[in-house]
């Protein structure tokens, strides 16, 4: 396999956590390892421009700006055709690889362009779930249906558009996009991701021994419905008193989140864990008997792929606009979405049916076989052998 050097363009990879900057991490650590040379442009934190090192990379940052809603965490930056140019040409870049459709996306594929540089976008955005916050007087549909227009556009900069499943793939064919796409799963390291005693992790949280734990880990954002699993708490408990609900993940409505558990007379069996460290993911998994994404879009699902190595059964909500709802395979069900009896309905199976959960437990485990991340490496670095082009014009 040919080595190359490879400009990852990607605001926010630099701290900000979220499905597509984790995974932009991991894949650049493994190619790193394989021997390829990475450098990153991004944004730069709190607006700051200039070349420093993230994790090893050298990291290009430019002026930024914060986006609303993000914890203080995303910001969106602003290079110059010119200064990504010269950094194509400083560094000998031969594939340039922009995973969100933002403006550094668009001017890091002009500057490729102009010096004859293979072009890799990574489709890892999906409008259903940036606009569930609209006002409601906004025509939320008219913005979908735009925004994929723009994603469409975007994209066909490049030779190649990597989806991360085949739903997001049809999720850009189907609005008439005319792109070479390739399906590559965003994988999970099944070595890392394993089940392990979550006993420290429970007696930091002060979550209660002896009760059966449903796990939710992601933003506490509109898309992700943590409202449905609070909600459908109650109609657990009822028949099911030795539940306990573990809430893993940090975001703007935390707050909306604890006074619905509080409202509801749930909030004794809710435990809110907020941000966690790696380690601590891992346990917050292994603490689980029943993995739960209420999600309403999702373009995969990397959280359900780490629950799975993990040994835990799903309950994922059956949304039109989820990638996630093809991991239930004989290791979970389905509910409606935003149904929060629906999910109690099929929680309490789960709950009442240990060799169920069991039989479940080991599918999920099985089947994460299929995703393992250095297969999804292999396919990219194939990927990058077909459109690198050495032509650099100095």
Request: charged share 25%; aromatic share 10%.
């Given at each position: 396999m040919k080595k190359h050097n490879i400009s990852i363009v990607c605001d926010g990879v630099t701290g900000t956590i979220g499905g597509s900057f984790i995974s932009t991490m991991r894949f650049s650590e493994i190619l790193r390892k394989r021997g390829h040379k990475i450098i990153l442009i991004t944004s730069g934190r709190r607006g700051t421009p200039g070349v420093s090192y993230y994790k090893g990379f050298k990291t290009y940052s430019f002026f930024s700006v914060l986006l609303p809603k993000t914890e203080g965490q995303l910001y969106l930056s602003f290079p110059t055709v010119s200064q990504i140019k010269k950094i194509l040409i400083d560094e000998k870049i031969d594939v340039v690889h922009y995973m969100t459709p933002t403006i550094s996306a668009l001017v890091a594929a002009k500057a490729a362009q102009s010096l004859g540089i293979g072009l890799v976008a990574h489709n890892h955005t999906q409008p259903e779930n940036l606009f569930l916050e609209a006002p409601k007087f906004v025509p939320?549909?008219?913005?979908?249906?735009?925004?994929?227009?723009?994603?469409?556009?975007?994209?066909?900069?490049?030779?190649?558009?990597?989806?991360?499943?085949?739903?997001?793939?049809?999720?850009?064919?189907?609005?008439?996009?005319?792109?070479?796409?390739?399906?590559?799963?965003?994988?999970?390291?099944?070595?890392?991701?394993?089940?392990?005693?979550?006993?420290?992790?429970?007696?930091?949280?002060?979550?209660?021994?002896?009760?059966?734990?449903?796990?939710?880990?992601?933003?506490?954002?509109p898309e992700k419905s943590v409202d449905t699993l609070i909600l459908a708490a109650p109609y657990i408990l009822?028949?099911?008193?030795?539940?306990?609900?573990?809430?893993?993940?940090?975001?703007?409505?935390?707050?909306?989140?604890?006074?619905?558990?509080?409202?509801?007379?749930?909030?004794?069996?809710?435990?809110?864990?907020?941000?966690?460290?790696?380690?601590?993911?891992?346990?917050?998994?292994?603490?689980?008997?029943?993995?739960?994404?209420?999600?309403?879009?999702?373009?995969?699902?990397?959280?359900?792929?780490?629950?799975?190595?993990?040994?835990?059964?799903?309950?994922?909500?059956?949304?039109?606009?989820?990638?996630?709802?093809?991991?239930?395979?004989?290791?979970g069900f389905l509910f409606a979405p935003k149904d929060p009896k629906d999910l109690a309905t099929k929680a309490l199976i789960l709950l009442k049916n240990e060799k169920m959960r069991k039989k479940m437990a080991l599918r999920s485990y099985t089947n994460s076989r299929s995703y393992d991340i250095l297969k999804s490496v292999d396919k990219l670095e194939a990927i990058y052998d077909s459109v690198a082009r050495r032509n650099i014009r100095h």
């Open positions: 939320a549909k008219s913005l979908n249906r735009l925004f994929y227009r723009y994603m469409i556009w975007v994209y066909g900069q490049a030779d190649v558009t990597v989806c991360p499943s085949k739903f997001a793939e049809r999720a850009l064919l189907k609005r008439g996009a005319k792109l070479k796409t390739a399906v590559i799963s965003n994988g999970v390291n099944r070595k890392h991701f394993r089940r392990i005693d979550p006993r420290a992790f429970l007696k930091k949280y002060q979550i209660p021994a002896g009760r059966k734990r449903l796990v939710f880990v992601g933003r506490l954002h009822k028949h099911y008193p030795a539940a306990q609900i573990l809430i893993v993940g940090f975001g703007h409505l935390q707050k909306y989140l604890e006074k619905l558990a509080k409202d509801n007379r749930v909030e004794k069996n809710i435990s809110f864990c907020g941000r966690v460290s790696p380690a601590e993911l891992l346990m917050a998994y292994s603490a689980g008997d029943i993995f739960v994404l209420p999600s309403l879009a999702e373009l995969e699902g990397m959280a359900v792929l780490e629950s799975m190595c993990c040994k835990n059964p799903l309950l994922i909500a059956n949304s039109k606009e989820s990638a996630s709802v093809d991991f239930v395979d004989g290791n």
